[in-house]
């Protein structure tokens, strides 16, 4: 049976894409801004483009960021991409007047300048110690490449909680795990077959836990 999948909708950015990609790895991804539907699924999805501010307003204005907390509470997988992971953080060096959701303690800074920004190309992770044998990178080859649409990458204060990094005119954190949260910067559901590698790993994962929900 496909796990359901509640990608939270707040009206910005092309959020169907993740929607599709995770229906193309076998889920029951459902678009939904519904705080009951959400709080119903096996999982939760929290993609994001654009900018940080408007992301966290949007967010706030449709009565979601509670219904965020709550799915991060509850133990559920929880997977963010690209702006949804930065708003996962305190806060952000690209509006300083818009706080984060606090779901990783730390902040999202500004990546070097020394190189152009955004960071606009496929890159390669490398997978950080110890995270080897998260669900969602098992399996992966050791370098995945992946595709990279940013000007910010998030340093959370546990350095711990980093999962994979890539080069970028110096290190730039791109994958991040804490507790039943995993968060990426790069775009899975643009990364071609690693990136849909990824995705079918966080399906599986959430499947094989749905039961004992």
């Known amino acids: 049976m496909s796990p359901v999948l509640a990608v939270v909708d707040y009206g910005i950015g092309n959020l169907r894409s993740a929607q599709k990609a995770l229906q193309r790895c076998g889920a029951d991804a ?37 219904v965020v907390h709550r799915a991060v509470r509850s133990g559920r997988a929880f997977l963010g991409i690209c702006v949804g992971m930065q708003m996962l953080f305190d806060g952000s060096d690209e509006d300083a007047m818009a706080a984060g959701l606090g779901v990783i303690p730390g902040r999202i800074r500004w990546i070097t300048d020394q190189l152009p920004r955004p960071q606009m190309q496929w890159n390669q992770l490398a997978i950080a110690e110890g995270h080897e044998a998260d669900p969602v990178l098992a399996g992966l080859p050791s370098s995945p490449w992946m595709y990279f649409v940013h000007s910010l990458h998030g340093v959370p204060h546990d350095p711990s909680m980093v999962a994979a990094t890539c080069d970028y005119g110096g290190t730039v954190n791109a994958a991040f795990r804490s507790r039943n949260v995993f968060a990426t910067q ?28």
Do not use: Q, W, Y
Request: net charge negative.
């Open 186 to 213: 790069f775009h899975p559901e643009k990364s071609g077959d690693d990136g849909l590698a990824l995705l079918a790993n966080f399906v599986r994962h959430v499947r094989a836990d749905a039961p004992s929900r």
């Open 30 to 66: 459902r678009l939904t801004a519904d705080p009951a539907e959400i709080d119903a699924a096996d999982a939760v999805v929290l993609p994001g483009v654009g900018a940080f501010g408007a992301c966290m307003n949007a967010l706030r204005s449709m009565g979601l960021e509670s």
